[in-house]
């Protein structure tokens, strides 16, 4: 039974960029079947954490529950458990804080990856990473908060200074969106991205090229790839786009739809 579900979850993936994802969670799922108990994932991205459902959807006796340290974190852990374990799993996420003199440098989200990346520091072992003018929350594995205490002391250009913070101060994420209702020549992702995020088609096809935009977490690879409800775009410098409804069409022949942008 195991074997065959393992086989229809990878070939299901294989070919997409959640492929070594899915084998890695399969693996964990069914470890967690065979001692009974649990096992925990890395952090995951929203692609990842549907990855995780679907895995947990297809083996009888499995559940799964996410946590990324704070309400409405987007990069998650995932526990997989056995269903007739009876304990409480940890989800051995710590935040740690790194501040910096905001008055003489500006940083952000990805002058803070780099720095971390720069470190040797796995993705998946980072969680949020939320920043203000002068610091930034890193949520991440509780095992390497002390090396970050230790050895993040540059971002940038920026000498910086690190702590161990308290989970609790976090606040939950409040996103602010805007409701975009625009006709397009059809639903390719090139037409939404150009009437979602405000620029041309041309200009919308040039950042395909460039990997900058992704549909439901996984790379855009063709600009005549087709979009449907439900479906979430993401470009990187430019947030995220949600397609919230398509009306039909209109009686010069083009779509209406109903789109919601993250700010």
Request: aromatic share 6%; net charge positive; hydrophobic share 40%.
């Amino acid at each position: 039974m195991a074997s065959g579900q393992r086989d229809k979850i990878i070939r299901y993936y294989r070919g997409t960029e959640g492929a070594e994802t899915a084998e890695r969670l399969v693996d964990l799922a069914e470890q967690a079947l065979r001692s009974q108990k649990f096992r925990l994932t890395d952090f995951l991205d929203p692609f990842g954490q549907e990855i995780a459902e679907t895995i947990a959807a297809n083996y009888p006796g499995l559940a799964v529950d996410f946590d990324g340290g704070y309400p409405g974190a987007e990069r998650c852990r995932a526990v997989f458990k056995d269903k007739t374990f009876g304990g409480t799993p940890g989800f051995e996420i710590a935040v740690v804080r790194a501040q910096w003199n905001g008055q003489f440098v500006r940083l952000g989200h990805r002058d803070v990856l780099g720095a971390l990346m720069g470190l040797g520091i796995e993705r998946g072992k980072l969680g949020d990473i939320l920043a203000t003018q002068e610091s930034a929350r890193l949520l991440c594995d509780a095992k390497i908060a002390p090396f970050l205490i230790e050895h993040l002391t540059q971002i940038g250009a920026a000498g910086v200074q690190c702590s161990e913070d308290d989970l609790s101060a976090i606040t939950p994420k409040e996103e602010r969106a805007k409701e975009i209702r625009a006709t397009v020549a059809s639903l390719r992702v090139d037409s939404i991205a150009a009437a979602g995020f405000g620029f041309s088609r041309s200009r919308a096809a040039a950042d395909i090229k460039a990997e900058k935009l992704k549909l439901n977490w996984q790379s855009v690879r063709s600009a005549s790839q087709l979009v449907k409800e439900g479906d979430v775009l993401s470009m990187r410098g430019r947030g995220r786009l949600e397609v919230e409804e398509v009306r039909g069409q209109t009686k010069k022949g083009r779509t209406s739809v109903v789109l919601k942008r993250y700010l």
